[in-house]
C-alpha cells in the first residue's frame, strides 16, 4: 500500500495576537498525529516566508490592518486551495476592529494613531512622534475581516477557538468529512 | 444627580414649569403632554426643568429624562421660536426636496440640523408628515406647508423674516377661521374616489343610536359578523378583538384610536380625521357600550398637531349634545369620554404596546407580548387599540347591518378600504376602494399607469414589480395599511431601498440590539451596492441577516424592518445582481486597495512599497 502524500499546510499571522497560532499548539501531543497527515510550508511556525509549493489549505490569523496583510492574504489565495480562517479577527476583524468605531471623524486614521502614540493618557513616548519607518507597511483607512478581502472557505470561531475545535475540524477536513461545527463546541457565553 | 436645596430653590424660578405640571394634576402618566407643553413654552426642556417635572410627578429625573429623549419633537438643545421640519422621505427628495433645502439654507443663513444664532429658526429633517400626496411638504411650527417650491420657500421665509407668524402664511384672518377652514386651507383634500363606506354620504349617528338597540354582545357579534378586519395593517378581526376585551374581567376598560399615522406613504387617516371625524368618535362611543369602556383615548402623531383643535372641537361639541361624557343619548350607564394625546414624533408609537407606553408617560417602546393590550393595556385595563379606519367602519356597520359590510369586498377581505395614493401618478390622494382591485386597476385610476414599481403597505410591506401589477390589494394576497406609493421607471431602487433602510435604523426605539444593529448594517449593505462594492456573498448576507432580524426582534417594527429588501430581491433580483462584481483568482474585486491606503499614503507622506509601482523611482 502506497502512502497518501501529506497534505501540505500553509499559516499566517495578519492583524492578530498570534494567540491563534499558540492555539494551533494547543492541540498537544495530537500534533504527533496531525504531523502524520500534513507537513507544513510557509508558516511562522517553520520559519519559511515563501511558498514553496501549492499548499492544500491555508490558515489565516487575523484581519487586514495593513497593507502587508493584504498583499499576505492574496498570496495565500492565489497558492492555496482552502483558507481558512481562525479566531475573531480573522473572521470580522476582531479586537484592532475597535479602530473602525472612529468614525466621527474628518480624519480617523490620524485620530486614532494620535491617541495611540501621542495624546492618549497612558502613553510615554518620549519621542512624541507617530513611527513612520519606511520599512513600515501603510495602514489602511479601517481594520477588514478577511472575507472583505479574499473569498475564504471556512472560519473557525473563537478567540482563540479552543485547541479541539482547530483538530476536529482539521482533521475531519483532511479526511474529506467536515460537516460544520456542533453547536456546544462554538457556544462562547 | 443629587438635588440639593438650593436646586430645590431653583423650582420656584420655574413658575410656568410647576403651573404645567399642576395643569396635568403632576400627573406621572400625563408625562408627555407635561413635555410637549415645556416644549412648546421655551423651544426645549432643560435640565433645570426636568428636575422640576421629576420633584412635581415624584419621579426620578432620569425617568423624565428617558421620556425627554425619546421623542424626535422634544429636544434638550434649545430650538428656534420657528422650527422648520422637512419631510425627507423619498418621495418628497423625488419632488425636488433638494432644491428646497437650498432655498431653505441660504435665505436663512443656517444649514440643515442647525438653529439660527438668535434662536429665531431651526431647520430639520423629519420623516413622512402623511403630505405624501403633496410634496414637498413641511411642518412650521404647528402649521403645514405644502407644495413647497424655491420660490415659495423664498417668500415664506421672507415673511416670517419681517415678523409674520407661521399661522399668517396660512391666511391674516387666520385666528377668526374655524379649526375645519384651517386645516382646509393648509392640507388639500385630495379625495379621488368616494366609496360606498366611509367616504360617500354618512348619516349622522345613525350607528350609535342602532347601537342602542343592540346588548353588548349583540354589537360585537355584529362586528365580528361583518368580517371587518383592522385598517392599521395587521388585519386583525376587530370583532374578535373587542370580544377579548370585554371577556376580561376587569373594573376599567379602555378604547384608544390610534391615529399615529406614521407609515410612510399613508395619509388615509388624516383624510378621515379631517372629514369624518365625527364618524371616529361615534365609533369609538359604539366600541366602548361594546367592551364596557368608560373611557377613551385617540393618540394623534404630531405632525398632525394641525388637527388638534378640530378634534377638541368635535368632542366638546358631542359632549354639550348628550353624544359623548355620562348618559349618552340618555341612557342609564353608557358613560364614556375621551381625551386627546398628542404623540411627538415617533413612528413606533404606532405600534399598540408603544402606543400606550406613550399614553402612559413612558417612552415609547413596545411592550413584550403576550400580555396583549386587550387583557393588560393601558394601565394594565384591558384595552382596545383600533385605527382610525376601523373604528369609522364599525359607526357604518351598525347603521347598515353586517351583511351589508359582508358582501363587499371578497372572500376573507370585506368592505371597503381607503388607499392613500402618492408618488408617481397624476392623481395622488385617497381612494376609497371594495377589498379586491388589482394594482393595475388602483394605478389606471391614479393615473401611474407608467409606475416601473408600486411599494405597497410602504417600507413595511411589499415592493413589487410591472409583471405582477395583477395581484390584488386584499388581505390574503397584498395587505396594506393604505399606503400605494408609486415609483417611475427614472427611480433608483437601491435608492429608495437605501433610503427605507435609514428610516428604520432612524425609528428603531433600540430595545433588541438585532434592530438597533443590525437595520444599520443592513443599511450599510446596500449603500455597498449603490457603490458597486458589493459581491455575491452579500446577497446572502442581506438574507442571512435580514432572517435573524425578523426572528429576533420584539415588536412589528423590527420584524418588517428587512421587508424593503427582501421584497426587491425578490421581485427585482437584477437590480442587485446587475451591481455585484465577481471575484477574480477568488480574490475580491471589491476591495479597492488604493483608496484603502490613501489616508495612510497622505499622513506618512510616503508611497507604497508593496502596492506603488513606482515606488523607490
Ligand atoms: C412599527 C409599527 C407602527 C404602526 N403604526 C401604526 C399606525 O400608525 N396606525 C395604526 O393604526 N396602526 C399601526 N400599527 C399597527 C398597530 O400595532 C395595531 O395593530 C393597530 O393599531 C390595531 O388597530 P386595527 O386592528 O384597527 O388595525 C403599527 C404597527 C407597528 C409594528
Ligand atoms: S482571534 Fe483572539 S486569539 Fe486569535 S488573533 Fe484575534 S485576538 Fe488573538
Ligand atoms: S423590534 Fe426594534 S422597534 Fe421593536 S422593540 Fe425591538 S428595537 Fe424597538
Ligand atoms: S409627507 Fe413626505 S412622503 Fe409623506
Redesign the interface.
Known amino acids: 500500500m502506497t502512502e497518501l502524500p501529506k497534505a501540505r499546510i500553509a499559516t499566517a499571522s495578519l492583524a492578530g495576537c498570534f494567540g491563534c497560532h499558540m492555539a494551533l499548539l494547543d492541540i498537544d501531543e495530537r500534533l504527533i498525529e496531525l504531523m502524520k497527515l500534513v507537513e507544513f510550508d510557509r508558516s511562522p511556525l517553520t520559519d519559511i516566508k515563501t511558498f514553496s509549493h501549492r499548499c492544500d489549505i491555508g490558515i489565516i490569523e487575523g484581519g487586514c490592518c495593513n ?2 496583510n ?2 499576505v492574504l ?1 498570496d495565500f ?2 497558492n492555496c486551495d482552502i483558507l481558512i480562517g481562525i479566531g475573531q479577527c480573522a473572521i470580522m476583524g476582531g479586537l484592532p476592529a475597535m479602530r473602525n468605531a472612529i468614525m466621527h471623524s474628518d ?4 485620530e486614532c ?1 494620535e491617541e495611540a502614540f501621542i495624546t492618549g493618557r497612558y502613553i510615554r513616548n518620549t519621542t512624541h512622534n ?1 513611527p ?1 519607518d ?1 520599512a ?7 481594520v ?1 475581516a478577511c ?5 475564504m472557505d471556512y472560519h473557525i470561531p473563537g478567540c482563540a477557538p479552543t485547541g479541539d475545535v482547530i483538530y476536529e475540524t482539521l482533521s475531519s477536513l483532511l479526511a474529506g468529512k467536515f460537516r460544520g461545527f456542533e453547536k456546544e463546541k462554538i457556544r462562547f457565553d | 444627580m443629587h438635588v440639593t436645596d438650593t436646586q430645590l430653590t431653583q423650582a420656584s424660578n420655574w413658575p410656568d414649569v410647576v403651573g404645567i405640571c399642576e395643569t396635568y394634576a403632576n400627573d406621572p402618566h400625563r408625562m408627555l403632554d407635561i413635555l410637549r407643553a415645556i416644549q412648546d413654552r421655551y423651544r426645549h426642556i432643560s435640565q433645570e426643568a426636568m428636575e422640576v417635572v421629576a420633584r412635581q410627578t415624584g419621579l426620578s429625573k432620569i425617568a423624565v429624562e428617558g421620556v425627554a429623549s425619546f421623542y424626535a419633537f422634544l429636544s434638550s438643545d434649545p430650538k428656534g421660536r420657528i422650527t422648520i421640519r422637512l419631510c425627507d422621505d423619498i418621495v418628497d427628495r423625488f419632488a425636488g426636496l433638494t432644491e428646497i433645502v437650498e432655498a431653505f439654507e441660504s435665505e436663512l443663513g443656517i444649514r440643515m440640523d442647525e438653529t439660527s444664532p438668535d434662536g429665531t429658526f431651526s431647520l430639520e429633517y423629519t420623516p413622512c408628515i402623511g403630505m405624501c400626496d403633496q410634496a414637498p411638504a413641511a411642518m412650521v411650527n404647528d402649521v403645514i406647508l405644502t407644495h413647497l417650491t424655491p420660490e415659495k420657500v423664498r417668500e415664506i421665509v421672507a415673511r416670517l423674516k419681517s415678523g409674520e407668524r407661521p399661522e399668517d402664511l396660512i391666511s391674516h384672518r387666520f385666528d377668526e377661521l374655524s379649526p375645519r377652514e384651517r386645516a382646509d386651507r393648509m392640507v388639500d383634500g385630495n379625495i379621488r374616489h368616494a366609496g360606498a363606506v366611509l367616504l360617500g354620504p354618512v348619516p349622522e349617528d345613525a350607528g350609535l343610536k342602532a347601537s342602542l338597540n343592540l346588548t353588548p354582545a349583540q354589537i360585537i357579534d355584529t362586528v365580528e359578523a361583518s368580517g371587518l378586519r383592522g385598517c392599521g395593517g395587521a388585519g386583525f378581526s376587530a370583532g374578535r378583538k373587542w370580544r377579548f376585551a370585554a371577556e376580561t374581567d376587569a373594573e376599567r376598560r379602555f378604547i384608544i384610536c390610534n391615529a399615529d399615522e406614521g407609515e410612510p406613504g399613508t395619509f388615509k387617516d388624516r383624510v378621515l380625521l379631517t372629514e369624518r371625524p365625527h364618524l371616529l368618535v361615534e365609533g369609538m362611543t359604539i366600541a366602548a357600550r361594546a367592551v364596557g369602556a368608560r373611557e377613551g383615548i385617540i393618540y394623534l402623531r404630531g405632525e398632525y398637531v394641525y388637527l388638534r383643535e378640530l378634534i377638541e372641537e368635535v368632542l366638546a361639541d358631542r359632549r354639550e349634545r348628550g353624544l359623548l361624557g355620562d348618559r349618552i343619548l340618555g341612557e342609564d350607564g353608557f358613560d364614556f369620554d375621551i381625551r386627546l394625546q398628542m404623540g411627538a414624533g415617533a413612528y413606533v408609537c404606532g405600534e399598540e404596546g408603544a402606543l400606550i407606553s406613550s399614553c402612559e408617560g413612558l417612552p415609547g417602546e413596545p411592550k413584550t407580548r403576550p400580555p396583549y393590550p386587550v387583557t393588560r393595556g393601558y394601565l394594565g385595563f384591558p384595552t382596545v387599540v383600533n385605527n382610525v379606519e376601523t373604528l369609522c367602519h364599525v359607526a357604518r356597520i351598525l347603521d347598515r347591518g353586517s351583511k351589508w359590510f359582508f358582501g363587499m369586498g371578497t372572500e376573507g377581505s370585506h368592505g371597503t378600504k381607503l388607499f392613500s395614493v402618492s408618488g408617481d401618478c397624476r392623481n395622488p390622494g385617497v381612494y376609497e376602494l371594495p377589498y379586491g382591485h388589482s394594482v393595475a386597476e388602483l394605478l389606471e385610476m391614479a393615473g401611474g399607469e407608467e409606475a416601473a414599481a408600486v411599494l405597497v403597505g410602504g417600507p413595511s410591506g411589499t415592493m413589487i414589480a410591472r409583471d405582477t401589477f395583477d395581484r390584488k390589494l386584499t388581505f390574503d394576497d397584498l395587505a396594506t395599511g393604505g399606503a400605494i406609493v408609486v415609483f417611475s421607471r427614472e427611480r433608483n431602487i437601491l435608492e429608495i431601498v437605501e433610503y427605507y433602510m435609514s428610516f428604520f435604523v432612524h425609528e428603531s426605539c433600540g430595545y433588541c440590539t438585532p434592530c438597533r444593529v443590525g437595520n444599520v448594517f443592513l443599511q450599510k449593505a446596500v449603500g455597498k451596492f449603490r457603490k458597486g462594492l458589493a459581491n455575491q ?1 452579500d446577497i446572502e448576507y442581506l438574507r442571512d441577516l435580514s432572517a435573524t432580524i425578523i426572528e429576533t426582534s420584539r415588536c412589528g417594527l423590527g420584524m418588517t424592518s428587512p421587508n424593503p429588501i427582501l421584497s426587491t430581491l425578490e421581485n427585482f433580483p437584477l437590480v442587485y445582481s446587475a451591481m455585484v462584481k465577481p ?1 477574480k ?4 474585486a ?2 479597492d ?1 488604493q ?7 497622505h ?4 508611497r ?4 506603488d509601482r513606482d515606488f523607490g523611482e
Open positions: 497593507e502587508e493584504v498583499h492574496r489565495r492565489r480624519e480617523p486614521l490620524r494613531l507617530i513612520n519606511p513600515l507597511p501603510l495602514l489602511l483607512d479601517e477588514y472575507s472583505e478581502v479574499v473569498e | 456573498a471575484s483568482d477568488r480574490t475580491r471589491t476591495f486597495i483608496s484603502a491606503i490613501s489616508d495612510a499614503r499622513l506618512a507622506k510616503r507604497s512599497y508593496i502596492f
